[in-house]
């Protein structure tokens, strides 16, 4: 199982990933999520993954080498080329229809599920940084102020948190915690969610710095972040008056 999150708030973008891929009493593997599609100087855009392994390397390995476009002259589209973040996801959900036509119905007729979900966000010159959602049939939407997070994978144990205190002017520290704390969360929840978590923030202020970072199970501040949350949502639960019809009669 998987669980990634994209956070677009005012002040730029977060991306999170888990990288586990199963997870059993003797057997627990490990797979990076997190991709790097694009990086140059005018660009940077990253992909979030969660379904099937197989087509996600598929989708991968189309991007890296290209879509062959015969509108174009037979010269092959590479993200590295595309004009603006639209484009981009444009290709990127027409690398998922071809992987689905090309493997899909394999799996499906092997009772093997062939679904994929992919976020994709980042920046393209003096372009907003925007991020999207993919689905497993190559459509897609944005992710808008309104709700300014997406999530694939487990979402339901890591959302509540979101629901709750995500809004579009969070700043961007804050979003990172909230965002460690849905990890926390889901991590606490189900089993095949777990350590590292894999973590890339955008600033919206393109003059500070990309910041990239591994969580390992080690690390302090989430173990002091996971203590805290715990002992406080205890605190908070003691505090709340006990249901008065449980007096009654």
Not at 62 to 81: H, N, P, Y
């Amino acid at each position: 199982m998987t669980y990634c999150i994209g956070i677009n708030v005012r002040d730029g973008l977060i991306m999170m990933s888990d990288t586990r891929t199963n997870a059993g009493i003797d057997n627990i593997s490990s797979y990076r999520k997190m991709h790097l599609l694009a990086d140059g100087p005018d660009r940077l855009i990253m992909c979030l993954s969660a379904g099937n392994l197989s087509m996600t390397q598929h989708v991968l390995g189309q991007l890296a080498e290209g879509l062959d476009g015969k509108e174009e002259g037979g010269r092959r589209r590479v993200i590295a080329d595309e004009p603006s973040m639209f484009r981009a996801v444009q290709l990127v959900g027409e690398a998922v229809m071809r992987a689905d036509a090309e493997i899909g119905a394999g799996l499906r007729a092997a009772d093997i599920s062939g679904g994929v979900s992919l976020l994709v966000g980042g920046r393209i010159g003096r372009g907003p940084i925007r991020l999207f959602l993919v689905y497993s049939a190559g459509n897609f939407i944005e992710c808008l102020p309104d709700s300014p997070f997406l999530q694939i994978g487990e979402r339901k144990y890591g959302k509540p948190i979101l629901d709750r205190t995500m809004n579009y002017d969070t700043d961007l520290d804050e979003a990172v915690k909230v965002g460690l704390l849905s990890f926390d969360s889901t991590i606490r929840s189900n089993l095949s969610v777990g350590l590292p978590i894999d973590v890339l923030v955008i600033p919206a202020n393109a003059a500070r710095p990309v910041i990239r970072r591994r969580i390992e199970p080690d690390d302090p501040y989430f173990q002091n972040l996971s203590v805290r949350w715990s002992m406080m949502l205890n605190e908070a639960r003691a505090t709340i008056p006990d249901p008065p019809f449980m007096r009654m009669g």
